[in-house]
């Protein structure tokens, strides 16, 4: 692995409107399977806080075989999010969860309520 220090500006923000930490490397372009460290980082800041300041990063070079290897899982890896819903209808079978069933109205349009205490209320 090549290895290359230069400069990298931070910006952090964790206000009401954005949170966000971006590190802009310095004249670089990284790609697959490459690893960036920065020295002495700043890992917390305040609410209401942004700031922006300079550090040094350590860059690390991924080999042919690395940089393909994190190519292909990462397009692989992508298909996990095709199937992401909010709702309660669930279209593939792969995986099993336990839910809840939805609760039967009964035919005067009164609901039941199961209470933690055990008991059974009509409303």
Not at 14 to 27: Q, R, S, V
Not at 66 to 90: D, G, I, K, P, Q
Request: overall charge neutral.
């Amino acid at each position: 692995m090549d290895k290359e220090i230069v400069d990298c500006q931070i910006k952090l923000s964790n206000t009401a409107e954005f949170l966000y930490a971006h590190a802009e490397l310095k004249g670089i372009e990284i790609g697959p399977g490459d690893q960036v460290l920065i020295h002495d980082p700043l890992t917390h800041i305040e609410f209401g806080q942004q700031m922006e300041f300079t550090r040094k990063a350590t860059i690390s070079r991924a080999g042919l075989l690395s940089r393909l290897w994190t190519y292909c899982t990462a397009r692989l890896e992508l298909t996990m999010l095709y199937e992401v819903s909010f709702s309660t209808t669930r279209f593939s079978h792969a995986k099993k969860y336990p839910r809840q069933k939805p609760a039967q109205q009964q035919a005067d349009n009164t609901t039941a309520i199961n209470l933690n205490l055990g008991k059974r209320v009509e409303v």
